[in-house]
């Protein structure tokens, strides 16, 4: 299903749903499972693109092959998000086309200044999505670990995966990066401000 009708039927259902309904556990289920969706599908858009722009650059050096094994698994994440989100009727985020110029631009931006800085981008990005999807499996829990296992056995599968891909960084190099701190800490706060500004629009 395309964006617009999605976001048409969601404001639909929005509006349409009685403040009765709207006090019941399925509609905050439905709320919940709805961000996560959105976000989660958008991040791994981003972090298909991420590495696609890493690989433009960096495709034929010796970390190319270690950068295209995690690029794969991307892969994977983004095709099960795309599954689930018209599975459960999510809307996905109306900033896909900017996630996919910001998610190339950093990968490539950061390859081209080597490929200790390119292992410091996917530190910091792994980081974040990492604690981002741990404060998820927390708010998945919390409302119901029976109805939300699907939800559940994904996210901790993936967020396994990213923990992977932090250390690959780490052990390639990326603590070598120039002006590692301050990369690291601006990488990061981009992306926690995706992860908000994904989770809403
Ligand atoms: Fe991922
Ligand atoms: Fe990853």
Redesign the pocket.
């Known amino acids: 299903m395309t964006a617009i009708p999605m976001t048409t039927y969601c404001v639909l259902r929005r509006g349409l749903a009685t403040r009765a309904y709207q006090e019941t556990n399925a509609y905050r289920r439905r709320t919940l499972q709805d961000r996560i969706l959105r976000v989660d599908h958008a991040?791994?858009f981003g972090?298909d693109r991420i590495y696609a722009g890493q690989m433009a650059v960096l495709g034929n050096t010796n970390v190319g092959p270690v950068i295209k094994e995690m690029w794969e698994?991307?892969k994977e994440?983004?095709q099960k998000f795309e599954e689930l989100l018209p599975k459960y009727r999510a809307r996905p985020s109306l900033l896909l086309p900017v996630w996919n110029v910001a998610g190339f631009v950093l990968g490539a931006g950061t390859a081209l200044l080597g490929k200790e800085a390119a292992m410091a981008c996917t530190v910091a990005v792994e980081e974040v999505?990492a604690n981002h999807y741990n404060n998820q499996i927390r708010d998945l829990m919390a409302d119901d670990p029976v109805q939300n296992k699907e939800l559940l056995d994904t996210i901790k599968k993936?967020r396994d995966?990213?923990v992977h891909?932090h250390d690959t960084g780490l052990a390639h190099d990326a603590l070598k990066a120039p002006f590692y701190k301050y990369l690291s800490q601006t990488i990061k706060a981009g992306c926690i401000g995706a992860v908000w500004l994904a989770e809403r629009l």
């Open positions: 991040g791994e972090a698994q991307e994440h983004l999505i993936f995966d990213e891909h």
